[in-house]
């Protein structure tokens, strides 16, 4: 499979409890923000996104956290899964959803 | 519907030679993107184009590496002469512009190997 990042932060949670995933962004400017998960060997999958003018979205299991003040944005998974081990990546943009810019990813490891 | 295609998944070569790498957009999808990816450097967008026009390529690293799409359905990113750093995986991606935010798409990737 493939490896994204040799120094990626890890979080490892155990199997039912809540995972917070934590990405800081650079752009004061960006507005649209997205959340992928990567398994090994396969593309970025795209999660759930937010934009500028809301602080929180929620979608099944996961809510997307942001603080604009601080330029903080999280993605938190309810009852994690074995399924939800991956790499999660937050991306911004300020171009009506074209030129993104990624973060370095989080590895989440789902503990037994 | 199949997603965005990407052919070959995996491209083994030696350095020197001449590398093509192919996209299906997914079906009525007007913007497609380009990116590589990394253990160093993450993944990074190389070029994206809106209506198979070349938007923008700030991200190429290289003159050799260049990106075509000669229509709606398909593109190709080449990268003549390959050297052994150019050893990543290459990602598709695709999205349907509009005035109003919008998601990509990825492909599975290509696994390029220089050696």
């Known amino acids: 499979g493939e490896s994204v990042g040799l120094h990626l932060p890890t979080l490892s949670v155990q199997e039912g409890d809540n995972s917070i995933i934590n990405c800081a962004y650079s752009?004061?400017?960006?507005?649209?923000f997205i959340w992928y998960k990567q398994e090994s060997g396969k593309g970025p999958q795209f999660i759930i996104d937010?934009?500028?003018?809301?602080d929180k979205r929620q979608g099944q299991r996961v809510t997307v956290l942001l603080n604009k003040t601080v330029k903080h944005l999280s993605l938190q998974i309810a009852a994690t899964q074995p399924g939800d081990s991956a790499v999660y990546f937050c991306?911004?943009?300020?171009?009506?959803?074209?030129?993104?810019?990624f973060g370095p990813g989080t590895r989440l490891s789902v503990l037994p | 519907d199949a997603g965005v295609i990407q052919s070959p998944r995996h491209e083994v070569t030696e350095m020197g030679q001449e590398v093509t790498l192919r996209c299906k957009p997914i079906?009525?999808?007007?913007?497609l993107f380009w990116y590589r990816q990394t253990m160093m450097r993450g993944l990074e967008l190389l070029i994206y184009?809106?209506?198979?026009?070349?938007?923008?390529d700030s991200g190429m690293p290289e003159d050799r590496f260049s990106a075509k799409m000669p229509n709606a359905s398909f593109s190709t990113l080449k990268i003549q002469p390959s050297e052994p750093r150019d050893s990543a995986v290459y990602f598709c991606?695709?999205?349907?512009?509009?005035?109003?935010?919008?998601?990509?798409?990825f492909g599975p990737g290509t696994r390029l190997t220089v050696l």
């Open positions: 991606a695709s999205s349907r512009r509009a005035l109003t935010y919008n998601e990509q798409f």
């Open positions: 752009n004061s400017a960006s507005d649209y």
């Open positions: 937010i934009r500028s003018n809301m």
């Open positions: 991306a911004e943009n300020t171009d009506y959803g074209q030129n993104f810019v």
């Open positions: 079906s009525g999808h007007n913007s």
């Open positions: 184009f809106n209506n198979n026009v070349p938007i923008d």
